[in-house]
């Protein structure tokens, strides 16, 4: 595979796309200056050109083309396009080069529909996202690139489509750049297999397009782990005007870390003081932040003053034993700050949280960048307590010398490396739940896949175990970092809901509102990211309704508690996947709400569920309503052609492998013996008969189209056999195995 060259005009849009590489490149390297590759298998460029004269942009993209001969290309570009991008993408075809430009970042809800750049569905110059600039936002992607390339369009059907291979060729040979369309992941992961087969073809997009060119590559064969110290000292500098930062100083602020607001007109004046920082500095962290107007025109002036400000600070505690570490939002501020460090080149550790990026400096000094209008309100808070509990993370070979210290990191096996913490909710109390968590929570396997803290009740939890015979050791604990993963240890986040006499098997109102009370707590702690997916045992949804929560069931009490309009429930087993249509609704009204959107939209979401876990091109089975799929209207009354069959060939027209309607016994036959990768069930018993018969003991249920990962058994609260030390517990320990593989997709590779 080809050495790859990524540039990019900031340093936390750099240090972003460099954090896509760690786990599929054996090295991977920052430099914030254009030169010469370093052998690294991935070398990452900040030309930190995006406020740069224009022709001066493009003389440093030139440079590093010239340098880097016979390396694929990436251009790295901002999700709100801006900064030189005309002029960069200009030089990127002088040679003649196909370039093909696909600027979605769907993580962060940024897509390009009819070659409009979109932010949660509202054009780009209708938001206030460009309110820091000098100048408008764009209306196209068109006109983002000017006047100096000839340009064509390529919308979602053809992006989806087999023909885009053949598409971007045609465009390449025109000698004109393709603008796609992306809404998806999905979308940027077909864009690149395609452009593979554009000889020559260079990219243009966002860090998510950088990630999709690491997926498309080899994962490397050896990992190491660096083992990161706990942060003594950390200065966190605020250089973004994005509205959310206020809210996120104001969390830092008030968990301890001292605030040093520096007004804007001392800035520019110069007469900013750093004996400020410095005293807040002697009792711990420190988030220094930016007050007063901010004249756009005044933004760099800004910046820069900012940046002497900091180095100020770090000179005047040169010499001490520990290192300021350091947390930069906005990459004109990081790059800004590092130029006056004089630091030249960074080795990327890991991705704290999406686009928060912990780096090595030659002196082993922490710094953590974060591109300004990245991050939810506890997103400076998740980095400053990562930073002070550190846990050892997977990371390539770095070409970067660490200066022997007390600060050195060292290189420890693959199995030290951190695991995904996972929120497991009791269920019911009084059914099997705690039976079937004690027993997969001690399983060797689960304990080295992920760290499981149970959300649920300590009392109930050890009267479990007394039942099942097992010594364990049950700790209650109020916060998930105060969890200990040790050997014969279960952490429960202990809500203490429960009377000590609830009885087993029995319905309560009391251990219903107990269930619902766990999994919202559960929820608020992913929402929040201090856990990184979500496994649930059995609730019972009569007890819940006793109770007052009238949800069908946790597929639509977590929709409802993450604020979520539409999901589906998918059964995975290891001979089958089946995705619903409808679930928790009579047959009438199920047959009734079914409709060509809907079985569009769920179709999309198991394809795309089916992508993230590493099949690039799933095949889809689609079931009918009717027996024999209606048999061309021998059975019912047209619901197959009214349907389903307008959404199968319109996914089929843009690409996607889907087949159907098929009749359902046909269609589960053939995905059991592996025909099929996922299957559609449309009701709710038509998709649970045959997983329940093929895969029981392992099933799992996992939650399509929430925010957060969501994995449970596919068995009831058993009532008849509670609290006899019988339940099985394969189920528990499956959905734990895949609540960790899909956490872990997330949280190492954000």
């Known amino acids: 595979m080809k050495p790859l060259v990524v540039i990019a005009d900031d340093l936390s849009g750099a240090a972003e796309s460099a954090a896509g590489f760690l786990a599929r490149s054996s090295s991977v390297s920052l430099r914030l200056r254009p030169g010469t590759p370093d052998g690294s298998d991935v070398t990452v460029f900040d030309l930190h050109s995006r406020r740069s004269d224009p022709a001066q942009a493009a003389r440093d993209v030139r440079t590093v083309l010239q340098s880097a001969a016979g390396f694929a290309v990436v251009k790295k570009i901002d999700s709100l396009l801006r900064g030189n991008i005309a002029a960069e993408v200009a030089e990127l075809t002088r040679d003649g080069s196909p370039v093909i430009v696909a600027a979605g970042l769907p993580t962060l809800g940024r897509t390009v529909r009819d070659g409009v750049p979109l932010v949660d569905g509202v054009p780009l110059h209708s938001t206030s996202l460009w309110r820091a600039e000098a100048t408008q936002p764009p209306h196209s992607i068109v006109e983002v690139l000017g006047d100096s390339v000839l340009t064509a369009d390529v919308p979602l059907v053809v992006v989806r489509s087999e023909a885009l291979p053949r598409i971007l060729q045609e465009i390449a040979d025109s000698e004109s750049v393709a603008v796609c369309d992306v809404e998806t992941d999905a979308d940027l992961d077909m864009i690149v297999t395609a452009a593979q087969k554009v000889p020559r073809s260079r990219l243009v997009g966002t860090a998510a397009l950088a990630a999709a060119v690491a997926r498309s590559r080899t994962a490397r064969s050896s990992d190491t782990a660096v083992q990161l110290r706990a942060s003594r000292s950390s200065l966190t500098v605020v250089g973004t005007a994005d509205t959310s930062a206020a809210e996120q100083v104001a969390l830092l602020r008030n968990s301890g870390v001292r ?61 001490r034993e520990h290192p300021l570490d350091l947390v930069l939002t906005g990459g004109e501020t990081a790059r800004s700050v590092l130029d006056r460090l004089g630091i030249e080149h960074l080795s990327p550790v890991c991705e704290i949280e999406y686009g928060a990026v912990l780096s090595l400096d030659p002196t082993g000094r922490y710094i953590v960048t974060r591109p300004g209008s990245f991050g939810d309100v506890h997103s400076l808070l998740s980095i400053t307590e990562f930073l002070s509990r550190p846990a050892s993370v997977v990371t390539p070979h770095s070409p970067l010398s660490v200066n022997p210290s007390d600060n050195e990191v060292n290189v420890m096996p693959i199995e030290s490396a951190p695991l995904p913490l996972i929120a497991v909710t009791m269920g019911d109390g009084a059914g099997v739940g705690p039976e079937v968590i004690v027993p997969a929570l001690l399983d060797d396997e689960t304990r080295k896949r992920c760290r499981p803290v149970v959300v649920g009740d300590a009392k109930r939890l050890r009267l479990a175990a007394e039942v099942l015979g097992i010594d364990v050791d049950v700790v209650a604990i109020d916060e998930i970092k105060d969890a200990e993963f040790t050997s014969g240890r279960i952490n429960v986040i202990d809500l203490d809901l429960l009377p000590e006499d609830l009885a087993w098997g029995e319905l309560s109102a009391v251990a219903g509102d107990a269930a619902y009370q766990y999994i919202r707590v559960a929820s608020e702690l992913a929402v929040r990211g201090e856990v990184q997916s979500i496994c649930t045992a059995p609730l019972n949804k009569e007890a819940l309704h006793a109770a007052g929560h009238i949800f069908p069931g946790h597929t639509e009490l977590l929709a409802h508690l993450t604020g979520t309009e539409e999901v589906s429930m998918m059964l995975s087993t290891p ?40 099949n690039p091109e799933p095949k889809i089975g689609v079931c009918g309503i009717n027996p024999h799929a209606g048999e061309n209207g021998l059975f019912g009354y047209g619901e197959e052609e009214q349907k389903i069959i307008p959404a199968v060939e319109l996914l089929k027209a843009e690409g996607m492998d889907v087949h159907g309607p098929l009749p359902a016994d046909t269609a589960f036959f053939l995905a059991g013996r592996g025909d099929y990768d996922l299957i559609v069930a449309m009701y709710h018993d038509q998709g649970h008969g045959p997983v329940k018969v093929l895969g029981i003991e392992a099933g799992v249920n996992i939650t399509v189209g929430l925010p957060v990962i969501r994995t449970s058994v596919d068995h009831g609260t058993a009532f008849d056999i509670a609290g006899k030390g019988i339940a099985e517990a394969g189920s528990m320990v499956e959905a734990l195995r895949q609540a960790a593989e899909l956490a872990t997709s997330t949280f190492v590779s954000k």
């Open 259 to 319: 605030h040093v607001l520096v007004n804007s007109a001392d800035l520019l004046s110069n007469s900013a003081d750093p004996s400020t920082i410095l005293e807040a500095l002697d009792g711990g962290n420190v988030v220094v932040s930016v007050g007063g107007p901010v004249v756009p025109t005044e933004a760099a002036r800004l910046v820069s003053a900012l940046a002497e400000l900091i180095t100020a600070v770090d000179v005047s505690l040169a010499g």
């Open 575 to 614: 001979k089958l996947k089946v995705i619903h249509v409808t679930t928790h609704i009579g047959l009438l009204d199920a047959v009734a709400r079914i409709e060509p959107g809907l079985v569009e939209r769920t179709i999309r979401r198991g394809h795309e569920a089916l992508v993230r876990t590493g």
